[in-house]
């Protein structure tokens, strides 16, 4: 008798999401198609707020800074100075994923110094984030080339994402 039960949870569980107006499968409606790239910046950025303000057309509430201008304990002999794109997130995956190629484009055109980069996201099931170091931000945009959204993350020198997997 085990199987009513389950059957009757099932049941409120699937009316609980029609009654809601979305179902189990729509939040990934939203995502966008695998296969992007990145929006290539038509001049360098000599502020993080002017490639804020560039990411800001791509990616939604995007908060863009270095650890030396919000951290009044950074040490610049001592500290890496890291280049922080943070923005809300769905935990959509393709949509993650052009937002990261989006900021790493965008860091490759930064004409300050920063040591790190770091991309961001905050859902609801937690943050997710990718590290890439400059030489990889300049290998990934060399000679004009284009990063492509569907690579970004196996490119990063480091991550914390449990969100998407």
Not at 63 to 91: I, K, T
Request: net charge negative; hydrophobic share 35%.
């Amino acid at each position: 008798m085990k199987s009513v039960p389950q059957l009757v949870s099932a049941i409120a569980a699937a009316l609980a999401l029609s009654l809601s107006g979305c179902s189990g499968s729509e939040s990934e409606a939203g995502d966008i198609e695998s296969g992007q790239v990145a929006e290539v910046p038509s001049s360098d950025f000599d502020t993080t707020d002017e490639l804020g303000d560039f990411l800001r057309d791509t990616v939604a509430e995007v908060h863009v800074h270095r650890e030396s201008e919000g951290n009044p304990d950074f040490d610049h002999n001592r500290d890496a100075d890291r280049l922080h794109v943070e923005f809300p997130s769905n935990g959509q995956v393709n949509t993650d994923k052009k937002a990261t190629a989006d900021a790493v484009q965008a860091a490759g055109s930064a004409e300050f110094a920063y040591d790190m980069l770091m991309v961001t996201g905050t859902t609801d099931a937690g943050t997710w984030s990718y590290m890439f170091s400059t030489d990889t931000v300049d290998e990934l945009t060399a000679s004009g080339s284009v990063v492509e959204a569907d690579s970004v993350w196996d490119s990063a020198d480091q991550d914390f994402d449990s969100v998407h997997r």
